[in-house]
């Protein structure tokens, strides 16, 4: 992956589809979110190129540092363990993201 680039995954959780972001930050860290935030609930983001991602419901920009931080329209957080080139989200974090999602 290089720096701004986001990718989009869908899991199966208890037969619903659940939306997870894998994004790497300008930085190189790998952050691991939900395709949702507290405050917009699951619209989801959009990756708007070098100034990071944008909520797709209220059209706020999200600091790219500060992607997998959480708070305000941030995207909800997600534990996950990054070994090399490889990201695992395990089912667990899964559930415990997408309960913190507003509907």
């Known amino acids: 992956m290089q720096p701004g680039e986001l990718r989009r995954y869908v899991a ?3 037969g619903q589809p659940v939306r997870f972001l894998i994004y790497k930050k300008p930085n190189g860290k790998i952050a691991t979110v939900m395709d949702a935030c507290a405050i917009c609930g699951s ?3 959009y990756n708007n190129g070098s100034q ?4 797709k419901n209220c059209n706020a920009p999200v600091n790219p ?6 708070g305000g329209c941030n995207p909800i957080p997600l534990v996950a363990d990054v070994n090399g080139n490889t990201v695992t ?3 667990l974090e899964l ?3 997408a309960s913190k999602i507003k509907e």
């Open 95 to 97: 559930s415990n993201g």
């Open 43 to 45: 619209v989801g983001f």
């Open 12 to 14: 199966q959780l208890h």
């Open 65 to 70: 540092q500060t992607v997998g931080e959480g």
């Open 89 to 91: 989200v395990s089912e």
């Open 52 to 55: 990071g991602i944008t909520c």
